[in-house]
């Protein structure tokens, strides 16, 4: 039998409904998987070993008995940005080293509902902010197919996982584009869900309005198994829609011929990388031979995407993040009195990076600069979200590349601000006007390194995107191949 780490979730289900495999066994294999490589890679902030093997031994009772729930009994991991109850949840920063939420995040909840199996909590930029992983208040994360490579960011330990064979699929989260880009920087699938989609509820909190959770896996029809289990209202999130939740693998297998597919020719701007910008348009040409109508189309105001999104997050982390006193839960530096403890919590326990949000952020909601700042990025979001829903009567979906570069070296970028920045430029407007966004692996750089396609679509048209995925996956197989490290070619 081939090496349990290898399965998808689609090619380990049946295998477990014939108990060809144990859901213990496939647990054992991850978890020796994470024992032998990730003291190289770095994925992973805690692993639950004995909570898994008990929930493991759980699953293969109740498969006995019967239940065939698809994600029963399969391993899976979670970004340090939801809550676990019981289980240290740090968001990536030593503020909240030794924090044990007292419930679970409803996604979290939702697969466990699911029946999948918790290996633990994995590494990411501090609270989210960073696309590289290496702004982790603890370590960072490399990339499985080279060493030398971050892994992109802030998911850079939810996407390492899953690259590695660390477990069948994890989940992430987005706030400008922190689950497409370590996807596409490491070469596997993932879904950034519209906002609304996906239950909010102990997700902790960046930019309130921009986060949306969702999931990596090897392939699209697993992404589709995932999102099935977490997708839908929640009564506790205010901000979860209603919408129906369709069955997301119902049209996995019905192709693109006559879909209308957009190439927005912003994203295809100078400053991309020469094989970047080959691969995908390759990926489309693919799409032309499966029958897609593959049309040119131009948003009016790209321009203005970057800085409303940046003062938009980071006004909101410095609201967000002003819950962080040291007084209710977290680390607690003690000082002379209240005030001068808060400040040595703060001071001694967020990065340099999330200061420098959070700085930015109070400085654009305070008086005098709100209207001049603030206010003038939400009116030019409103003129994003214009642009896109006048875009989608046009075409059914959108096709770009998900960043301009392959992944990049350690520290390579680091001392600027501002190219780090750019590496979201391309997945920052998906945020903005709440659509779905899909990363795809659609080839390598001349280094070996992946490269990704990304797909969007209007607000919850999720099923839309996983059968155009699905559908370039049939006909290709850059997300079958694995990195050395983990096995693979």
Excluded at 18 to 43: M, N, Q, V, W, Y
Excluded at 114 to 134: P, R, V
Excluded at 167 to 174: F, M, N, V, W
Aim: glycine share 10%; hydrophobic share 45%; net charge neutral.
């Amino acid at each position: 039998m081939a090496d349990l780490t290898s399965l998808t979730i689609s090619e380990a289900l049946p295998l477990l409904q014939k108990r060809e495999i144990s859901a213990l066994e496939l647990t054992e294999a991850h978890l020796a998987r994470i024992a032998a490589l990730d003291p190289h890679i770095g994925a992973f902030l805690t692993v639950t070993a004995e909570p898994a093997r008990a929930a493991a031994a759980q699953a293969d009772a109740r498969r006995a008995a019967g239940d065939q729930r698809p994600l029963l009994g399969m391993p899976i991991a979670l970004k340090d940005v939801l809550s676990t109850k019981g289980v240290e949840t740090t968001c990536g920063s030593r503020i909240l080293k030794g924090y044990r939420p007292l419930f679970d995040a409803t996604a979290v909840a939702r697969l466990q509902a699911a029946g999948a199996i918790s290996l633990g909590k994995l590494n990411m930029d501090e609270f989210a902010m960073g696309s590289s992983t290496e702004n982790s208040g603890f370590f960072p994360t490399r990339n499985p197919w080279n060493l030398q490579h971050v892994p992109g960011g802030s998911s850079g330990g939810s996407a390492a996982a899953v690259a590695a064979g660390m477990a069948l699929a994890t989940l992430g989260s987005d706030t400008g584009g922190s689950i497409r880009q370590p996807a596409a920087f490491c070469g596997v699938s993932a879904l950034k869900p519209s906002y609304g989609r996906v239950s909010r509820h102990g997700l902790i909190a960046y930019g309130s309005s921009l986060d949306q959770a969702g999931p990596f896996a090897r392939s699209v029809e697993d992404l589709a198994y995932v999102l099935q289990a977490i997708a839908g209202q929640d009564p506790l999130d205010a901000t979860s829609s209603p919408a129906p939740v369709p069955d997301y693998r119902a049209r996995l297998g019905a192709g693109i011929s006559g879909l209308r597919i957009g190439l927005p020719t912003e994203y295809f701007a100078e400053g991309i990388q020469p094989q970047v910008r080959a691969a995908v348009k390759a990926a489309v040409a693919q799409m032309q031979a499966l029958g897609a109508d593959v049309q040119a189309v131009s948003f009016a105001h790209a321009d203005y995407c970057l800085p409303a999104y940046y003062i938009i997050a980071m006004a909101e982390a410095s609201a967000n993040l002003a819950r962080y006193d040291g007084l209710r839960f977290g680390a607690r530096v003690d000082g002379a009195d209240l005030i001068d403890s808060y400040k040595k919590t703060r001071g001694a326990g967020f990065g340099a990076e999330v200061k420098r949000r959070i700085m930015l952020g109070t400085y654009t909601l305070s008086a005098g600069y709100y209207d001049a700042y603030y206010g003038k990025a939400q009116a030019a979001r409103a003129l994003i979200r214009e642009d896109f829903a006048a875009i989608f009567q046009q075409v059914d979906a959108l096709v770009a590349p998900v960043a301009p570069s392959t992944a990049f070296k350690f520290g390579e970028v680091t001392g600027d601000p501002l190219r780090m920045i750019l590496a979201d430029e391309l997945t920052i407007s998906a945020n903005l006007a709440g659509l779905c966004g899909l990363s795809l692996p659609c080839g390598f750089d001349d280094a070996g390194l992946p490269i990704g396609l990304q797909v969007l679509a209007a607000p919850f048209r999720e099923a839309r995107l996983l059968q155009i995925g699905a559908a370039y996956q049939a006909a290709t197989d850059w997300h079958l191949r694995q990195p050395a490290l983990a096995g693979g070619n």
